[in-house]
């Protein structure tokens, strides 16, 4: 099993950053990638950014430029840093983990509400 545990959400004004957390305990070993995921209320939940076991990393258009997902091997953390944020970047955001043994794991979500 994975357990992800996000952190990191709030309320943010406009224009300001925030850097999301998720904490992967558990099979780490057999991860794949990483990805972060958000769900604003009324949509559907959507990919934001993802990394894989190699580095290799994919944002969504909307977050280009703005987001970047990193990792701490040591750590067994992902990072979303989160510059220029907009009100419409107000959303759960999700911790996700994609592994050929396990299958997907999902982390409890962080809110993060940017005022405008």
């Known amino acids: 099993q994975v357990q992800l545990v996000e952190s990191g959400g709030g309320l943010v004004q406009a224009g300001g950053s925030l850097r999301l957390s998720c904490a992967v305990t558990?099979?780490?070993?057999?991860?794949?990638?990483m990805a972060w995921y958000r769900q604003a209320p009324g949509k559907q939940r959507e990919l934001v950014a993802v990394?894989?076991?190699?580095?290799?990393?994919t944002y969504a258009d909307s977050v280009k430029g703005r987001f970047t997902i990193s990792r701490d091997s040591a750590k067994n953390t992902v990072y979303l840093q989160m510059n220029s944020l907009k009100p419409e970047d107000t959303a759960v955001y999700y911790c996700?983990?994609?592994?050929?043994?396990?299958?997907?794991?999902w982390g409890q979500g962080t809110q993060v509400t940017v005022s405008s």
């Open positions: 996700n983990s994609q592994s050929h043994i396990l299958g997907n794991s």
């Open positions: 990394i894989t076991s190699g580095g290799s990393t």
């Open positions: 558990g099979n780490a070993f057999s991860i794949n990638a």
